[in-house]
T-cell receptor, first 111, second 114 residues
Framework: QKEVEQDPGPLSVPEGAIVSLNCTYS??????FMWYRQYSRKGPELLMY????GNKEDGRFTAQVDKSSKYISLFIRDSQPSDSATYLC???????????FGGGTRVLVKP | DVKVTQSSRYLVKRTGEKVFLECVQD?????MFWYRQDPGLGLRLIYF???????EKGDIPEGYSVSREKKERFSLILESASTNQTSMYLC?????????????FGNGTRLTVT
């Protein structure tokens, strides 16, 4: 079993809908949780960063972490065609620089 | 803006060849990483380096080696390329000592081994 599980999609939604993405993980030592966005033929770029449990909001994006359930989520409100990309969750332990990534979810927002 | 440049966008090599993938970053970052990305498997860490001439194995180092002779440059070496090393290779750099410093990725090298 992988340490971090993520549904590969694709997830297709109409423009303006809420996009809901999630990851589950098995390693309770993970303390830092990130979401990266990757456009086609590009490298991933950091979208959201959360430490431990709780919510974080940044514009149309909300990241949630539930450590008791080992479950993290990313919500995109008022989705736009420009949000069409692959979204990767990533997490790390308190020490060190090693990130463990999920497999990525491909999202398609249709105009 | 941080720039991580990977020297080749596409590479086609033959089985058994020695392959060099080059990565350069322009932000004086201490940490550099090599990942491979395969469908359904996400990004898997091959090697990373936290300083010049320092390296550590990641999750899948077998069949690979790395070189970091200068701070800005991190090379991935496939000693004898095999078809199962066909993949997208992503280089990343990270500065700062804090946990929220992001990884900055290059745009990848798609390697095909025939």
């Amino acid at each position: 079993q992988k340490e971090v599980e993520q549904d590969p999609g694709p997830l297709s939604v109409p423009e303006g809908a809420i996009v809901s993405l999630n990851c589950t993980y098995s390693n309770s030592a993970f303390q830092y949780f990130m979401w990266y966005r990757q456009y086609s033929r590009k490298g991933p770029e950091l979208l959201m960063y959360t430490y431990s449990s709780g919510n974080k909001e940044d514009g149309r994006f909300t990241a949630q972490v539930d450590k008791s359930s080992k479950y993290i989520s990313l919500f995109i409100r008022d989705s736009q065609p420009s949000d069409s990309a692959t979204y990767l969750c990533a997490m790390k332990q308190a020490a060190g620089n090693k990130l463990t990534f999920g497999g990525g979810t491909r999202v398609l927002v249709k105009p | 803006d941080v720039k991580v440049t990977q020297s080749s966008r596409y590479l086609v090599k033959r089985t058994g060849e020695k392959v060099f993938l080059e990565c350069v970053q322009d932000m004086d970052h201490e940490n550099m990483f090599w990942y491979r990305q395969d469908p359904g498997l996400g990004l898997r860490l091959i090697y990373f380096s936290y300083d010049v001439k320092m390296k550590e194995k990641g999750d899948i180092p077998e069949g690979y080696s790395v070189s970091r002779e200068k701070k800005e440059r991190f090379s991935l070496i496939l000693e004898s390329a095999s078809t199962n090393q066909t993949s997208m290779y992503l280089c990343a750099s990270k500065g700062g000592a804090t946990n929220d410093s992001p990884l900055h990725f290059g745009n990848g090298t798609r390697l095909t081994v025939t």
